[in-house]
Protein backbone atom coordinates (compact mmCIF):
# COMPACT_ATOMS: atom_id res chain seq x y z
CA UNK A 1 0.00 0.00 0.00
CA UNK A 2 1.44 3.17 -0.79
CA UNK A 3 2.01 5.82 1.83
CA UNK A 4 0.15 8.42 0.28
CA UNK A 5 -3.51 5.84 0.06
CA UNK A 6 -5.42 5.10 2.50
CA UNK A 7 -6.89 1.42 1.99
CA UNK A 8 -9.59 0.73 -0.40
CA UNK A 9 -12.11 -0.87 1.84
CA UNK A 10 -14.88 0.11 5.04
CA UNK A 11 -12.50 2.29 7.69
CA UNK A 12 -13.01 0.17 10.80
CA UNK A 13 -13.33 3.22 13.50
CA UNK A 14 -13.29 6.78 12.93
CA UNK A 15 -13.31 9.15 16.22
CA UNK A 16 -11.60 12.80 16.77
CA UNK A 17 -8.71 13.28 19.14
CA UNK A 18 -9.24 15.41 22.09
CA UNK A 19 -7.54 17.35 24.85
CA UNK A 20 -7.70 14.76 27.55
CA UNK A 21 -5.67 12.37 24.76
CA UNK A 22 -2.44 14.86 25.04
CA UNK A 23 0.49 14.68 26.45
CA UNK A 24 2.65 17.20 28.05
CA UNK A 25 3.65 18.64 24.33
CA UNK A 26 0.10 18.87 23.41
CA UNK A 27 0.33 16.07 20.85
CA UNK A 28 -2.08 13.03 21.00
CA UNK A 29 -0.35 9.84 22.84
CA UNK A 30 0.70 7.71 20.89
CA UNK A 31 -1.23 4.70 23.45
CA UNK A 32 -4.27 6.68 22.25
CA UNK A 33 -3.67 5.47 19.16
CA UNK A 34 -2.60 2.52 19.26
CA UNK A 35 -6.38 1.89 21.77
CA UNK A 36 -8.07 2.93 18.78
CA UNK A 37 -6.02 0.78 16.69
CA UNK A 38 -7.08 -2.01 18.63
CA UNK A 39 -10.00 -1.32 18.83
CA UNK A 40 -10.34 -0.84 15.38
CA UNK A 41 -9.00 -4.38 14.70
CA UNK A 42 -10.34 -6.30 17.66
CA UNK A 43 -14.21 -5.26 15.86
CA UNK A 44 -13.03 -7.09 13.10
CA UNK A 45 -11.66 -10.06 14.15
CA UNK A 46 -14.82 -10.51 16.45
CA UNK A 47 -16.98 -9.64 13.44
CA UNK A 48 -14.74 -12.56 11.42
CA UNK A 49 -14.68 -14.83 13.88
CA UNK A 50 -18.33 -14.01 15.21
CA UNK A 51 -17.46 -13.81 18.81
CA UNK A 52 -14.98 -12.98 21.52
CA UNK A 53 -11.00 -12.38 20.36
CA UNK A 54 -8.18 -11.46 22.15
CA UNK A 55 -4.89 -9.23 20.90
CA UNK A 56 -2.05 -11.72 21.51
CA UNK A 57 0.55 -9.68 19.05
CA UNK A 58 1.38 -6.10 17.68
CA UNK A 59 4.34 -6.02 15.50
CA UNK A 60 5.89 -3.54 13.76
CA UNK A 61 4.09 0.09 15.30
CA UNK A 62 6.67 2.93 13.88
CA UNK A 63 4.68 6.81 14.39
CA UNK A 64 5.86 8.57 11.17
CA UNK A 65 3.51 11.53 12.10
CA UNK A 66 1.71 13.72 14.96
CA UNK A 67 -1.99 13.71 15.50
CA UNK A 68 -3.21 17.03 17.01
CA UNK A 69 -6.40 18.32 19.01
CA UNK A 70 -9.37 18.09 16.55
CA UNK A 71 -7.90 15.74 13.86
CA UNK A 72 -10.60 13.11 12.77
CA UNK A 73 -8.48 9.64 13.21
CA UNK A 74 -9.76 7.01 10.64
CA UNK A 75 -8.28 3.74 11.14
CA UNK A 76 -8.58 0.65 8.63
CA UNK A 77 -8.30 -2.86 9.03
CA UNK A 78 -7.29 -5.36 6.80
CA UNK A 79 -7.61 -9.20 7.43
CA UNK A 80 -3.79 -10.50 5.79
CA UNK A 81 -4.12 -13.84 7.35
CA UNK A 82 -6.66 -16.44 8.93
CA UNK A 83 -5.12 -19.85 10.49
CA UNK A 84 -6.91 -22.60 12.84
CA UNK A 85 -7.51 -20.00 15.59
CA UNK A 86 -5.79 -16.90 14.80
CA UNK A 87 -6.63 -13.72 12.48
CA UNK A 88 -3.84 -11.07 11.75
CA UNK A 89 -4.75 -7.87 10.45
CA UNK A 90 -2.60 -4.99 9.11
CA UNK A 91 -3.93 -1.77 10.66
CA UNK A 92 -3.41 2.08 9.52
CA UNK A 93 -4.50 4.81 10.95
CA UNK A 94 -4.93 8.29 9.07
CA UNK A 95 -5.32 11.93 10.47
CA UNK A 96 -7.50 14.77 8.47
CA UNK A 97 -7.23 18.13 10.57
CA UNK A 98 -10.70 19.52 11.11
CA UNK A 99 -10.38 22.57 8.36
CA UNK A 100 -8.93 20.65 5.43
CA UNK A 101 -9.80 17.35 3.24
CA UNK A 102 -6.30 16.10 3.31
CA UNK A 103 -5.44 12.87 5.12
CA UNK A 104 -2.00 12.34 6.27
CA UNK A 105 -0.78 8.47 7.30
CA UNK A 106 -0.24 8.13 11.03
CA UNK A 107 0.96 4.64 11.81
CA UNK A 108 0.74 1.71 10.49
CA UNK A 109 0.93 -2.55 12.60
CA UNK A 110 0.41 -5.91 12.14
CA UNK A 111 -2.40 -7.02 14.72
CA UNK A 112 -2.83 -10.51 15.89
CA UNK A 113 -5.80 -12.06 17.16
CA UNK A 114 -6.87 -15.58 18.57
CA UNK A 115 -10.39 -16.34 18.81
CA UNK A 116 -12.00 -17.49 22.28
CA UNK A 117 -14.49 -19.86 23.33
CA UNK A 118 -16.92 -19.00 26.61
CA UNK A 119 -14.07 -20.25 28.77
CA UNK A 120 -11.65 -17.81 27.40
CA UNK A 121 -9.54 -20.44 25.69
CA UNK A 122 -8.75 -20.40 21.54
CA UNK A 123 -11.09 -21.96 19.47
CA UNK A 124 -11.25 -22.37 15.90
CA UNK A 125 -11.97 -19.43 13.91
CA UNK A 126 -14.23 -20.59 12.01
CA UNK A 127 -16.50 -22.16 14.73
CA UNK A 128 -18.91 -19.76 16.26
CA UNK A 129 -18.70 -18.37 19.47
CA UNK A 130 -20.58 -19.92 22.23
Not at 21 to 31: L, M
Not at 36 to 52: P, T, V
Amino acid sequence: MPDDTPPNIEPAIRTIAMPADTNPAGDIFGGWLMAQMDLAAGNAAARRARGRCATVAVEAITFVSPVRVGDEVTVWAELVKTGRTSMSFHVSAWRRPRESDRITKVTDADFTFVALDSDGRPRPVDQPFG
